[in-house]
């Protein structure tokens, strides 16, 4: 199925690689390249972050923004990204995306006091791109992902003078909602009539988030069994009811992800390529990883991997409790961690590195090239989440033979086979499984991992299934231009 004609912006606040705090620029960014596989005309719209400028490539003269939301001398800057050659607009307000610090936080490590000012002025913006102000073509349909894209559905509506662009809404991640005091809605600017204030409203605040899953066409999750987790109390954040009240415009869908970029037989980074045939380079990588770390330099000794936010969400918290744990119950086993993350945990952390040198090795730089390397020589990858809307790093991974021991929530779930009698012996089992939250429960699953990485077949059994796991993009991008057609006709009825 192809549309040639479809126009689609596809707006989200990181796109790999002009920026990234987390999945979801790998997400966004590989998803474009898919879709423009698919003959869609896909064009990507972010905030100018200052990398951001300086990566992308034949960059048009730049049009001039008005004033929005009393904030002047906007520019939109267009070009193309650098890896994929897909057209992508910049929205730059100097003094909001480019005053120094990170994404979200300052450079003193705070959360930024007006992120919602911030993503409320790249709403209007790209509502406006959208609508084919700036003497650009418009669009038939915006995709939007995670709350800072939350106000642009309902900005499509209220601003739209006739037929308005198709939206839809992605959630990558419930948990960050974007919220702000009520009484900054009149700064925001929104055109909201009283009668709609209650679909932005959250326990007393405004949510850009619940704007998104209100006044979206449609909306997708980043994996299915994520879709039906976030109807629960457990996993909806206080927005289980909103989603299944929309439960019928509500798609799981599965990311994929780049084997271009995230393949042992192409890495750039590694020491030695390999592949599911050819595993002499990963005891090449494994050698050359525990030499680069600082690690006792031993191909036996199980070397356990950690990549990720440093956070609750992902049970950093249980890792470190469980870690003492893992390293007592026999002498070679060592663990490596690459992490960002909350200042306690990461100092927590260093102190656990320094007390077992040779052993342990932590990191809180943020390094594609190192994430690349430990994937290609761990032998296992702990990835404990307390709940995990999709999640790419077990998805690396695997591609690398890395086996992933996962507490099967949302994706996790979703991607990783555990390993069983029946899964083994049918040569399907692609990871380990734990149940629970407790440092006892992540220590079951990593000792039934060692157990398994001692017996040469069955790991290799495992490897293979890991490796040969097809998570290419082809099919999640198919299952969005259904949803894209879906949204369409949805808003035809709506008028
Ligand atoms: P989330 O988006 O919730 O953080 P994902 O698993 O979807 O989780 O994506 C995390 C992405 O961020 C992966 O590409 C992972 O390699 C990357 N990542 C996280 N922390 C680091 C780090 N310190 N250095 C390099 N890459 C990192
Ligand atoms: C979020 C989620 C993660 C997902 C990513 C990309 O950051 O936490 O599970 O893989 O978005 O969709």
Not at 292 to 310: K, Q, S, T, Y
Request: hydrophobic share 45%; proline share 6%.
């Amino acid at each position: 199925m192809t549309t040639p004609a479809l126009r689609v912006l596809l707006c989200a606040s990181e796109i790999f690689p002009l920026a990234k705090t987390g999945g979801l620029a790998d997400a966004s960014a590989a998803l474009a390249a898919a879709l423009d596989g698919l003959g869609v005309k896909v064009h990507l719209l972010m905030p100018a972050y200052g990398p951001a400028i300086d990566q992308v490539v034949d960059l048009a003269p730049p049009v001039a923004l008005p004033d929005i939301m009393g904030h002047s001398g906007g520019l939109l800057l267009s070009g193309k990204t650098p890896d994929t050659g897909i057209p992508i607009t910049l929205i730059d307000y100097p003094q909001l995306y480019r005053d120094g610090g990170g994404l979200y936080l300052d450079a003193d490590g705070h959360e930024r006091p007006n992120n919602p000012q911030r993503f409320a002025v790249m709403a209007h913006a790209a509502c406006r791109f959208a609508l084919g102000e700036f003497e650009n073509d418009r669009f038939d349909l915006v995709h939007c992902n995670d709350w800072h894209t939350g106000l642009l559905p309902l900005l499509l509506k209220t601003r739209a003078v006739d037929e308005y662009p198709a939206s839809v809404f992605t959630i990558h991640n419930m948990a960050f909602q974007g919220l702000c005091p009520m009484d900054l809605l009149p700064e925001l600017d929104l055109g909201l009539a009283p009668d709609q204030l209650g679909r932005v409203e959250y326990y007393g605040q405004a949510s850009f988030l619940k704007a998104g899953l209100e006044f979206a066409d449609e909306l997708t999750a980043v994996s299915p069994r994520y879709a039906d987790e976030i109807q629960t109390e457990e996993f909806g954040f206080g927005l289980e009811g909103v989603m299944q009240a929309r439960s019928d415009h509500l798609t799981g869908i599965l990311n994929g992800i780049d084997r271009s970029v995230w393949s042992p037989s192409v890495s750039p980074w590694i020491h030695a390529h390999f592949d599911q045939d050819h595993m002499q380079g990963k005891a090449a990588c494994k050698l050359a990883l525990q030499r680069e770390l600082g690690l006792v330099e031993n191909p036996n000794a199980p070397l356990m991997i950690f990549i990720g936010r440093l956070t609750w969400q992902k049970m950093a918290d249980v890792l470190l409790e469980a870690l003492p744990h893992y390293l007592a119950l026999e002498p070679d086993r060592q663990f490596a961690l690459l992490g960002t993350g909350e200042i306690a945990l990461e100092e927590a952390f260093y102190r656990m590195a320094s007390e077992h040198v040779g052993r342990v090795w932590v990191s809180h730089a943020y390094s594609e090239e190192c994430a690349h390397r430990m994937h290609a020589g761990g032998d296992f990858l702990i990835h404990g989440s307390r709940f995990e809307p999709c999640g790419l790093t077990q998805l690396y991974a695997m591609q690398f033979g890395t086996i992933p021991i996962v507490r099967p929530v949302g994706g996790l779930a979703d991607t990783v086979v555990d390993a069983t009698p029946g899964t083994l012996a049918a040569g399907t089992a692609t990871g380990i499984h734990f149940a629970g939250t407790g440092a006892e429960d992540m220590l079951a699953g990593i000792n039934r991992t060692i157990a398994l990485y001692r017996c040469p077949d069955a790991w290799r059994s495992l490897q293979r299934a890991a490796m040969q796991t097809d998570f290419s993009w082809d099919t999640s991008a198919r299952a969005y231009l259904s949803v894209y057609l879906r949204a369409l006709s949805a808003r035809r009825l709506s008028d």
